[in-house]
């Protein structure tokens, strides 16, 4: 049974690119969640996908947008890359009506 | 908005001595999870506490639950070097609140 997957593992972008991350959830769970994590911080909540609409949404800019797909599997998108928005990406799955989240390994996404 | 405050930031002990994480929200919470980092990793669901006043153990770990829902505890009794990382508390305020709001977490360090 995998877990929680993310692709890439590692990205380097330039600033003002765009940027795509994507996670498929653990198996069996439908809601998927994104968080920022910054060298040193805790992970920053960043929105929520459950039947492919933004259910909640952190205090993220519009920049960030997600989208879920009918196999609950979910992107993240980043449009012009500030320096600031190098982090640590988190994917997080869970089951509807169930709290506990399981994370992904991660994207580590440096802007240059 | 809703914050989680955590101590210490960190923590370095002798294998075999106590650790004691404290972490302390803002707001009333529906429920609170802990989760472990270790380094280079990403946050692993420990536990979650969703009564008043409760008490949760798991092996050498303690969870708590303050009586107002606004505080919690984690003591790990005897620690050993496989216990080192960064241990997170995760508050959720519940109702149509999905969102996880952490804390900047205790890195514990532990010398064998």
């Known amino acids: 049974d995998a877990g929680v997957t993310q692709s890439p593992t590692h990205l380097i972008k330039t600033r003002g690119q765009q940027v795509t991350l994507r996670c498929s959830p653990k198996s069996g769970h439908d809601t998927v969640s994104w968080y920022q994590q910054a060298l040193g911080q805790g992970p920053q909540f960043i929105f929520q996908y459950y039947e492919e609409e933004e259910r909640q949404r952190g205090n993220f800019p519009d920049r960030f947008s997600g989208h879920q797909f009918p196999n609950y599997s979910s992107e993240l998108n980043v449009n012009a890359l500030l320096l600031g928005d190098s982090a640590l990406y988190l994917c997080a799955s869970s089951l509807r009506g169930r709290t506990e989240a399981f994370f992904g390994q991660g994207t580590r996404l440096t802007v240059v | 908005g809703q914050q989680v405050m955590q101590i210490p930031q960190y923590q370095h002990v002798q294998e075999g001595e106590d650790f004691t994480t404290y972490c302390n929200s803002s707001t009333t919470l529906s429920n609170i999870q802990w989760y472990k980092q270790r380094p280079g990793g990403h946050p692993v669901f420990l536990i979650q506490l969703v009564k008043s006043g409760e008490v949760k153990k798991q092996k050498r770990l303690t969870f708590q639950f303050g009586e107002a829902k606004k505080n919690s505890s984690l003591h790990i009794t005897a620690t050993q070097t496989t216990d080192v990382g960064t241990y997170f508390c995760?508050?959720?305020?519940?109702?149509?609140?999905?969102?996880?709001?952490f804390g900047k977490g205790t890195l514990l360090t532990v010398n064998p």
């Open positions: 995760a508050g959720q305020r519940g109702g149509s609140n999905y969102k996880l709001t």
